[in-house]
């Protein structure tokens, strides 16, 4: 059974910092795509990043390019969201989601993923 827990949410500063983690189970890591989204209070789901099943190829939404960056654990079976110089606009519910498919990180962004993590909420506020 395919399972994706995130965790590392919080509250933090603009400008500040935060690592998101999504523990994977039941599958491995590396095969699937994996994706971290966001849903902010009255808006709907966007991505975020992707990262392709098998390779480093990774993709970021405009919005957080240059300050985000998400990267894979296989060892571990954990995905990783760093987030850099936050924005009270990067406020909202992070979802990490899987895929076993190997599409370029447009694709998923418009349709989604397979497998969903619950989220973790993620306050950036002064």
């Known amino acids: 059974q395919v399972q994706l827990v995130e965790s590392g949410g919080g509250l933090v500063q603009p400008g500040g910092s935060l690592r998101l983690s999504c523990a994977a189970s039941?599958?491995?890591?590396?095969?699937?795509?994996i994706g971290w989204f966001r849903q902010a209070p009255g808006k709907e789901r966007e991505g975020v990043s992707t990262i392709r099943r098998r390779s480093d190829l990774t993709y970021y939404a405009d919005s957080v390019t240059g300050r985000f960056t998400i990267s894979r654990d296989n060892a571990n079976n954990t995905a990783y969201l760093q987030m850099n110089s936050m924005k009270p606009e990067d406020t909202a519910v992070y979802y990490c989601?899987?895929?076993?498919?190997?599409?370029?990180?447009?694709?998923?962004?418009?349709?989604?993923?397979?497998?969903w993590g619950k989220g973790t909420l993620v306050t950036v506020s002064s």
């Open positions: 039941g599958f491995t890591l590396d095969a699937y795509a």
């Open positions: 989601a899987a895929d076993p498919t190997s599409y370029i990180g447009s694709y998923y962004f418009s349709r989604g993923m397979a497998y």
